[in-house]
């Protein structure tokens, strides 16, 4: 059972959560905000009883079972381990951290308190024609995979005003903001992960109209990926936020006896028998306009397909925690295709090779931190 729920966060991504548990019946009892002002704002528009500018609180909040982490990135791995710590359960924005230290250290919070759910928010994994696709994968429907390719174009991510999004340093840039997505579901659909990878990552744009002055931005807007992966399949990615207009994505996997394609959140394939490529499943997910409450208008930080995904982890959480009666309790079945906090230190280690890659212009081996590094990491 759920008693309530701790944003921490007032940003884009706290906008949309906050409205999308409220709709489903989910109480959001706290909220942490980088200013009091801030977070009083936010609290009185959405009806949230407590607000603060100082995160302990909220993680101390006694009504406060879930704390759901919104922050910049270089803020993840303090408040997940301190919320693990403290005994609550928590679920945590992309990426896991700046670098594999800060997953380290979160990976080590939730292998000491395995009782407690330690999810990151990589909403793909549960959309319907992802796990049809990564079904039809399992089962050989088109053969031995060889190639995953994957495009995304959208306009920019960056708002009226500095924000950490600019910042490489806190974390912004469309290689963590959508990159760490894709590198997780590359590894979900396929079953295999990167052992080697070659990076471009690029900041073309370093002020606006609206950016100037004093402040450069110098987080990414361009990536270009190429990865080897454990069982001899070769993926890139390319992500592109300089085509205004209307979010792409296209994930393609080819096999020895075929392809699957999904665009935006439609399953295409060319199989065994078939003539030409097939519509194999369309998104018929309805999204109300209580749950798009918090969308702001063209918004790129949270493309449509992502918060379909987001809806979906959000309604399995939710019956995580209804399955059980007593309180803190809660039943894994629901949430078996989240991604652990491991699976986010995978994408941080590969994160961090590419961005080495792009430094020296070479191939980088993706080596995931040991066992003793990460105690490491978390004593210190």
């Given at each position: 059972?759920?008693?309530?729920?701790?944003?921490?966060?007032?940003?884009?991504?706290?906008?949309?959560?906050i409205p999308?548990l409220?709709?489903?019946?989910?109480?959001?009892?706290?909220?942490?905000?980088?200013?009091?002002?801030?977070?009083?704002?936010?609290?009185?528009?959405?009806?949230?009883?407590?607000?603060?500018?100082?995160?302990?609180?909220?993680?101390?909040?006694?009504?406060?079972?879930?704390?759901?982490?919104?922050?910049?990135?270089?803020?993840?791995?303090?408040?997940?381990?301190?919320?693990?710590?403290?005994?609550?359960?928590?679920?945590?924005?992309?990426?896991?951290?700046?670098?594999?230290?800060?997953?380290?250290?979160?990976?080590?919070?939730a292998?000491?308190?395995?009782?407690?759910?330690?999810?990151?928010?990589?909403?793909?994994?549960?959309?319907?024609?992802?796990?049809?696709l990564?079904?039809?994968?399992?089962?050989?429907?088109?053969?031995?995979?060889?190639?995953?390719?994957?495009?995304?174009?959208?306009?920019?991510?960056?708002?009226?005003?500095?924000?950490?999004?600019?910042?490489?340093?806190?974390?912004?840039?469309?290689?963590?903001?959508?990159?760490?997505?894709?590198?997780?579901?590359?590894?979900?659909?396929?079953?295999?992960?990167?052992?080697?990878?070659?990076?471009?990552?690029?900041?073309?744009?370093?002020?606006?109209?609206?950016?100037?002055?004093?402040?450069h931005?110098t987080?990414?807007?361009?990536?270009?990926?190429?990865?080897?992966?454990?069982?001899?399949?070769t993926?890139?990615?390319?992500?592109?936020?300089?085509?205004?207009?209307?979010?792409?994505?296209?994930?393609?996997?080819i096999?020895?006896?075929?392809?699957?394609?999904?665009?935006?959140?439609?399953l295409?394939?060319?199989?065994?028998?078939?003539?030409?490529?097939?519509?194999?499943?369309?998104?018929?997910?309805?999204?109300?306009?209580?749950?798009?409450?918090?969308?702001?208008?063209?918004?790129?930080?949270?493309?449509?397909?992502?918060?379909?995904?987001?809806?979906?982890?959000?309604?399995?959480?939710?019956?995580?925690?209804?399955?059980?009666?007593?309180?803190?309790?809660?039943?894994?079945?629901?949430?078996?295709?989240?991604?652990?906090?491991?699976?986010?230190?995978?994408?941080?280690?590969?994160?961090?090779?590419?961005?080495?890659?792009?430094?020296?212009?070479a191939?980088?081996?993706?080596?995931?931190?040991?066992?003793d590094?990460?105690?490491?990491?978390?004593?210190?």
């Amino acid at each position: 059972m759920l008693e309530g729920v701790g944003v921490v966060g007032t940003g884009s991504m706290a906008r949309v959560l906050i409205p999308t548990l409220q709709a489903i019946g989910v109480k959001v009892v706290a909220l942490w905000g980088p200013t009091e002002e801030q977070a009083r704002d936010l609290a009185r528009q959405f009806g949230i009883p407590f607000h603060t500018d100082r995160i302990d609180d909220v993680l101390l909040h006694q009504e406060v079972d879930l704390v759901c982490i919104n922050t910049s990135p270089h803020l993840h791995a303090q408040v997940a381990s301190k919320a693990l710590g403290i005994g609550k359960h928590v679920l945590c924005e992309r990426p896991a951290g700046i670098n594999k230290s800060d997953a380290a250290k979160m990976v080590t919070a939730a292998q000491y308190y395995p009782s407690l759910m330690s999810i990151m928010n990589h909403g793909l994994r549960f959309l319907p024609a992802f796990t049809r696709l990564k079904r039809m994968v399992q089962d050989g429907e088109i053969g031995e995979v060889f190639l995953c390719d994957v495009r995304m174009t959208c306009g920019s991510l960056l708002k009226d005003k500095y924000t950490w999004m600019c910042d490489e340093n806190m974390g912004g840039g469309v290689l963590n903001m959508i990159g760490s997505h894709l590198i997780d579901i590359i590894t979900f659909l396929t079953g295999q992960k990167a052992i080697k990878v070659r990076g471009m990552v690029k900041t073309f744009v370093k002020q606006t109209e609206n950016i100037g002055g004093i402040r450069h931005i110098t987080s990414d807007d361009f990536c270009s990926i190429q990865m080897e992966l454990s069982r001899g399949a070769t993926a890139s990615i390319t992500l592109n936020t300089h085509v205004p207009g209307q979010f792409k994505q296209e994930l393609l996997v080819i096999g020895s006896e075929g392809r699957l394609v999904i665009r935006e959140a439609d399953l295409f394939g060319l199989t065994t028998g078939m003539t030409r490529e097939q519509l194999l499943m369309a998104d018929i997910q309805h999204v109300t306009e209580r749950q798009k409450q918090g969308i702001p208008p063209a918004s790129n930080e949270l493309p449509l397909p992502y918060f379909k995904g987001m809806l979906k982890l959000i309604d399995a959480l939710k019956e995580s925690f209804e399955r059980r009666k007593e309180r803190l309790s809660w039943d894994d079945e629901p949430v078996t295709l989240a991604a652990t906090f491991e699976d986010g230190m995978y994408v941080q280690t590969v994160l961090d090779a590419v961005r080495e890659s792009d430094r020296t212009g070479a191939w980088q081996p993706v080596v995931v931190v040991n066992e003793d590094d990460r105690n490491r990491f978390f004593i210190s």
